[in-house]
């Protein structure tokens, strides 16, 4: 499996759709830390190649409540699927003239196979984020020839046109 994006830790408050203003700090949290793989689905065939994404999000659910009493989100927190769509909006590109346009780590979000996501409940808004990996699905991918020479060299990350 080729790696896109390593098990990365993005700091802030994952956030969904309604509210621009708030959707819009969160994809700015994930370009601030992920800013070194923005394009890197330029080095991918936009027809054949196949991603996964693995989500952890850690909230606070007194934090998210958006108005609401804290106690109705207490046990579990809010949606995790609103967070999964919002995330991947940044990590493909948003289509909107008031949101970040999105970093095009992966194609395009219809290239995205598999989903794995999860939310931790945590204890105060310091500890709030979410972890993130991009990986290519499948070995029947299409890369483009100098990241197939890197990922036959080295098969757990694929880097080759990526700033370090």
């Not at 196949?50 to 108005?67: I, M, Q, R």
């Not at 310091?126 to 993130?132: E, L, N, S, T, Y």
């Not at 020839?145 to 880097?159: G, L, R, W």
Request: glycine share 8%; net charge negative.
């Amino acid at each position: 499996m080729i790696i896109v994006v390593p098990r990365t830790w993005i700091r802030g408050v994952p956030r969904g759709y309604g509210n621009n203003k708030v959707a819009a700090e969160w994809l700015r949290a994930i370009e601030n830390s992920l800013a070194a793989y923005r394009e890197a689905s330029a080095l991918h065939d936009s027809l054949r190649t196949k991603y996964e994404v693995v989500l952890e999000f850690h909230l606070d659910p007194t934090s998210l409540a958006d108005g609401r009493p804290p106690s109705d989100f207490r046990a579990h927190g809010t949606d995790l699927d609103n967070r999964v769509k919002q995330t991947l909006d940044g990590l493909s590109q948003t289509r909107s003239d008031t949101l970040p346009p999105g970093l095009r780590i992966v194609t395009d979000d219809k290239a995205i196979h598999r989903i794995i996501a999860n939310k931790v409940i945590v204890d105060g808004e310091g500890g709030m984020g979410a972890w993130v990996e991009v990986r290519l699905l499948d070995e029947e991918i299409g890369l483009s020839a100098p990241c197939m020479k890197e990922a036959v060299e080295s098969p757990q990350i694929c880097t080759k046109g990526i700033p370090s």
